[in-house]
């Protein structure tokens, strides 16, 4: 077993792999191009959704996506931009966008989620301190149409103990009296929890540098030392960080730092949008989906906080004024509490897609030492602690986890190599 692992990247991606490895007995270095706190895994919903575990590429996507583009505020957007990877990636996307694809995706997230909730109560146990809400989540359409499709892709979770209930829009107002009378049906999904993601982020860090973890802030990688199949360090400015193991955790730029070891990953960014409103003019008691909106509100200490929104093709956190503006349209239709005219003050994150939607966890093809835990598009948060288990399993070798690193085999970063390695490997 090696001794010493590297980890790019301190999303909660890296830090849940960080703390697993530190549990585990190795010495741990992260280095992250940022004073850390930063990124998607602050900027997101907080929700623990596996009742969301439906791939983004699905059959009916590419019709609605064409309505939606017509629309700055829409729920998706495709950036219009001729970056060569940008456009693989989407037309990879279209391709992914079958009813065949969806289901084994659909299938591979539920099984992967299993343990999802009883792993972060774990964390819990183990003195990760952090805001942690177990008041489950409800899902508000405007139509029953849209809650039967959600309760579809709801259902192969029943298999691992999660419900989605069906409401009347009075039995929804009923447990949320803010919800509006366009609501009209719903889901409520009991098992389903929420954090406030910056507490998660800052849990883990202090949990981290209990165990030992050392920190390396402000060194963006730029560099991969090889020899032969090995990796040897990684480069950042003119520091070398020497390591035993490396894993690829830096969300929607690892794309490039896999390609530095020699292997090319379609990862890349679906900008979100949000903001947090301390008003008070909406409260709420669970975390809710605005269904046809596709906006998730948070109800945590001191604020609601909003998010939605996917664009494709921008690498930088820049706020187009038109997507803000949606979520808070949506918000208003959703909550009428909640003004039309509200001003807030916005945030990006930047979440790392892949264009089966599947995430990429495991060893990465041609090199020794190098590992992938990357590309968790929507569901980041919720797959951390579990993806963090299947690292260290294969870290260590798989011993005592069998299950764990069989669940995870839809998602080896082996499924993006040329056909032609493919079959070579398989000969
Ligand atoms: C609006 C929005 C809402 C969301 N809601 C939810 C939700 O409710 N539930 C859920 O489960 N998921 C949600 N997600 C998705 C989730 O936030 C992401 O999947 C997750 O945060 C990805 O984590 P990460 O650690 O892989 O990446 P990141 O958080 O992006 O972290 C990557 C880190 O790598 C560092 N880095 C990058 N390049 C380098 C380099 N070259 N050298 C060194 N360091 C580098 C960065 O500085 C960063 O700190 C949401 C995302 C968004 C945008």
Redesign the pocket.
Known sequence: MPDHAVI????????ATAHRLALDGLSVTV????R?E????????????PI?SAPVPAPGMIGKALRWMARKDSPLYVRPTPRPEHVRFMLSMLRHCNPRDFQHGLESLVSLNERTVSLFDEYEKDGVRFEYHRTGQLMAFHTRETMREYQATAAPLERIGHLAVPLSGDELRDLEPALGKQVRAGLQCPQER?VD?TSLVKGLTARCRELGVRFLHN????DIRHRGPAVTA?V?GDEEIHGDVFVL??????G??ARKAGFSLPIQP?????FDDTTGSVTLRHAVYLGEAKV?V?PLSGRLRF???MEFGSFDAAIDPHRLRGIVRSAHEFLPGFAAGARPHGW?????MTPDGLPVIGPLPGKDNVLV????????????PVTAEIIAAQVKGGQGASGTTAAAAPFSPQRFASRRARTARTD
Request: hydrophobic share 45%; glycine share 20%; with cysteine.
């Open positions: 790019v990247g301190a999303g909660v991606i890296g830090l280095v992250d191009a940022t850390g930063a990124g998607a895994s602050v900027h997101n919903a907080g929700w623990i959704v969301m929420h993601p060194r963006r990688v730029t990684v950042a955790a830096a969300g929607a730029h690892t490039p730092l679906g900008k979100g949008y949000g998730a948070t998010a939605g929104t990006t994150g930047l979440r790392p835990a990357s590309g968790h598009c929507m569901l980041g948060v919720t797959l951390a």
